[in-house]
C-alpha cells in the first residue's frame, strides 16, 4: 500500500472541509434562529429537567456541542446562568450532539449525499444572493449542509485502503487482543484525537468509517466514542482558563459528568455492546450511533438527580480566591465577557448587554461621588473620593476599548443583519457612556481646582449645583433602565428627552441667575467660574445619556 505525503494532505484537506462544512452550517441556524435561541435561555429556570432540554434544543439547533458548552460556560462568567442551570444545560447538549452521527451514519453510509451536492450548491446560490437575511441564512445553512457531506465523501474516499492492505493494521493487532486494555487503549485514542481536532463531530466522523470500513473491531470503535465524549471537554477547559470562578467550575462540571458517565459504562461495557449490536442489526455505523445516544441519554438520566453534589464537588475542587483587600473589585475591568473567550457570536451580545449595564453602574458611581465633592468641607474626603474618581475614569477608558474591541471580534464572525446592526448600537453606547465618565471626571477637576485656588462655593451655588444634580441622575438612572430592558419602546426615548429638557431648561435658569447674583455681588467672579464650568459638564452629561438612549431605542429605525 502507498500512502504518500499527497495522499496525507488530501486526508487533511477532506477533514477540513468536513470541519469548514459543520462552521458554515452551524453558523447558517444560529443566524435562522439566533433570536429563538436567546429567548430559550431568557426563559431558562432553576428546573434541571428544563436545563437538560435547552441543552438539546440548542446543540440540535447549532450542530455543536462544544460551541453550546463554550457558550454555556461564557454566559455563566457573565453571570446569566448559575452553576446549576449550566450543569444541566451541559448534560443536554452532550445528548444534543449525537444527532450529527446518525445523520453521518443514517445519510453519509445509505444514501449517496454527495451526489446531491452540486444541485443542492445551485439551489443556494440564488437564496445567498437574495436581498432578504432570511434567504441568505438559508442558503448558507445549504452550502454548509452540502460542503459537510462533500467531506464526508472525500475524507472517506482519502483514507488509506487498509481493508485491501491488512498488513498496515499490524501495529493495531498488538492492541487489539488484550481484552479489557485494548478498550482503554482505544478509548485513550479517541480522547487524544478529539482533542487534536476539536470536534468530537468530526472524529466520530471518522471512527464510523474505520469501523464501516472493518478497519477496527467495532467493541473497539465504541471504545473511542467514548474517549471522544471526554476529548471534547476540553474546549470548553481550555476557554475557561481565563473565566471567572463560575465558569471554571461549569468547564470541570462537563469534563466530570463525561468522566463519571464513562467510568460507570466500562463497568458495564461489554453487555452494552453486545446490546447494541443486537440492536443495530449488525449495522457498525447504525450501532456507533445508537451507542452514542445510549450512552449520553442514559448518562444524563442518571446524573441529572445529583446535579447538586456535582455543584458542591465543582465548588470544593474549584475554590473562591479568598480577597481582603478593600476596593479590589473596583480594579476589574471587563464584569461578564472575557476577550479571550468568544461564545456563539449572535449570542455572546447578551454578554456585551450585560457588561455595558456593569459599565453604565460604574459611571452612575462616579456621578454620586461627584455629589460627595460639592458638598463635603472635609478635605481628607474630597481627596479620597477624587483618587477614586480618577481610578474609575482610568477603568472607563480601558473598558470601553475592551469593549469595543471585543465588539469588532465578534462583527468578524459570520453574524446576521440585525446582529451586525446590534454591535453597532453597542458601540455606539459603549463610545457615549466612556463621554458619561469623562465628565464625571471634569467635574471632579473643576472642583479640584477651585480648591487649589483656595476657593470656596457659597452655600446658594451648593444649593443649586445639587439640585441640578438630581435632576442628571434621574436621566443616568433612566438611561440604565432603558439598558436593562429587553426592548424599549419610544415612551422611553420620549422620558429622555423630557428630562434632558429639564435640564437644560435648570442649565438656562442658573446662569441667567448667575449674572444677576454676580450684578448684584452676591459672591466673587473666582467661584462664578468653576460654578458655570460644573452646570455645563452637568448638562452635557444629559445629553450623553440621552445618547445612549436614542441608540438602544432607535436601532431598529
Known amino acids: ?68 458548552t463554550l457558550m454555556v460556560v461564557s454566559f455563566v462568567n457573565a453571570g446569566l446562568l448559575s452553576l446549576a442551570q449550566s450543569i444541566s444545560v451541559v448534560m443536554g447538549a452532550n445528548i444534543g450532539t449525537t444527532v450529527t ?60 485502503d487498509l481493508q485491501s492492505n491488512p498488513e498496515a493494521l499490524e501495529f493495531l493487532s498488538a492492541y487489539s487482543d488484550l481484552g479489557f486494555a485494548s478498550v482503554l487503549i482505544f478509548l485513550l485514542i479517541g480522547t487524544v484525537m478529539t482533542i487534536i481536532v476539536q470536534s468530537s463531530s468530526a472524529t466520530v466522523a471518522i471512527t464510523l468509517i474505520m469501523c464501516y470500513n472493518g478497519w477496527i473491531p467495532f467493541e473497539l470503535a465504541l471504545a473511542m466514542v467514548l474517549g471522544e465524549n471526554i476529548g471534547t471537554t476540553i474546549t470548553a477547559n481550555l476557554a475557561a482558563f481565563n473565566a471567572n470562578v463560575a465558569a471554571k467550575r461549569t468547564a470541570f462540571s462537563h469534563f466530570l459528568f463525561n468522566f463519571l458517565g464513562v467510568v460507570w459504562v466500562l463497568c458495564l461495557f461489554y453487555p452494552l455492546a453486545h446490546l447494541v449490536k443486537d440492536l443495530s442489526g449488525e449495522n457498525p455505523s447504525v450501532g456507533l450511533a445508537l451507542f452514542h445516544s445510549l450512552f449520553n441519554i442514559a448518562n444524563a438520566l442518571l446524573m441529572i438527580w445529583f446535579v447538586p453534589i456535582y455543584v458542591k464537588i465543582c465548588e470544593r ?39 455595558l449595564g456593569s459599565y453604565s453602574n460604574r459611571v452612575l458611581e462616579m456621578l454620586q461621588m461627584d455629589r460627595v465633592l460639592i458638598s463635603t468641607t472635609d478635605s481628607t474626603e474630597f481627596n479620597n473620593t477624587f483618587n477614586r474618581i480618577e481610578k474609575f475614569e482610568n477603568i472607563c477608558d480601558r473598558v470601553e476599548v475592551e469593549i469595543v474591541n471585543y465588539l469588532n471580534a465578534l462583527s468578524d464572525g459570520d453574524l446576521s443583519s440585525d446582529a451586525k446592526q446590534e454591535v453597532r448600537v453597542m458601540m455606539r453606547a459603549a463610545t457615549e457612556i466612556e463621554s458619561l465618565g469623562d465628565t464625571c471626571f471634569n467635574i471632579a477637576r473643576s472642583l479640584k481646582k477651585r480648591n487649589s485656588s483656595n476657593t470656596s462655593f457659597e452655600p446658594l451655588l451648593v444649593e443649586n449645583l445639587l439640585a441640578l444634580h438630581e435632576v ?71 445629553d450623553y445619556a440621552l445618547n445612549v438612549v436614542q441608540a438602544i431605542v432607535e436601532k431598529k429605525v
Open 1 to 68: 500500500m502507498t500512502f504518500g505525503i499527497l495522499d496525507f494532505i488530501r486526508l487533511i484537506g477532506a477533514l477540513g472541509l468536513f470541519l469548514y462544512g459543520m462552521k458554515i452550517m452551524s453558523e447558517g441556524l444560529q443566524k435562522i434562529s439566533g433570536d429563538k435561541m436567546r429567548n430559550i435561555l431568557s426563559a431558562m429556570t432553576s428546573n434541571r429537567f428544563f436545563g437538560v432540554l435547552t441543552g438539546i434544543t440548542i446543540t440540535a439547533l447549532i450542530q455543536s456541542s462544544s460551541a453550546t
Open 101 to 160: 452521527a446518525w445523520i453521518i451514519s443514517l445519510l453519509g453510509f445509505k444514501v449517496d449525499i454527495s451526489a446531491f451536492a452540486i444541485p443542492l450548491f445551485a439551489f443556494a446560490i440564488p437564496l445567498i444572493f437574495s436581498k432578504k437575511s432570511k434567504w441568505n441564512n438559508i442558503g448558507e445553512f445549504v452550502i454548509g449542509f452540502s460542503l459537510l457531506f462533500l467531506g464526508l465523501e472525500f475524507l472517506k474516499s482519502s483514507m488509506p
Open 317 to 355: 475542587v474549584i475554590r473562591s480566591p479568598k480577597t481582603s483587600i478593600p476596593g479590589e473589585d473596583e480594579d476589574r475591568h471587563l464584569q461578564f465577557i472575557s476577550t479571550r473567550m468568544l461564545s456563539t457570536s449572535e449570542l455572546s451580545l447578551i454578554q456585551v448587554h450585560k457588561e
Open 472 to 542: 442628571v441622575l434621574k436621566s443616568a438612572l433612566h438611561m440604565i433602565e432603558v439598558l436593562q430592558m429587553s426592548n424599549p419602546g419610544a415612551d422611553a426615548a420620549h422620558q429622555s428627552y423630557n428630562i434632558e429638557n429639564e435640564i437644560d431648561n435648570m442649565r438656562d435658569d442658573l446662569k441667567q441667575k448667575n449674572m444677576q447674583d454676580l450684578d448684584n455681588h452676591v459672591y466673587p467672579y473666582q467661584q462664578s467660574v468653576y460654578y458655570l464650568d460644573i452646570i455645563d459638564e452637568y448638562e452635557h452629561f444629559g
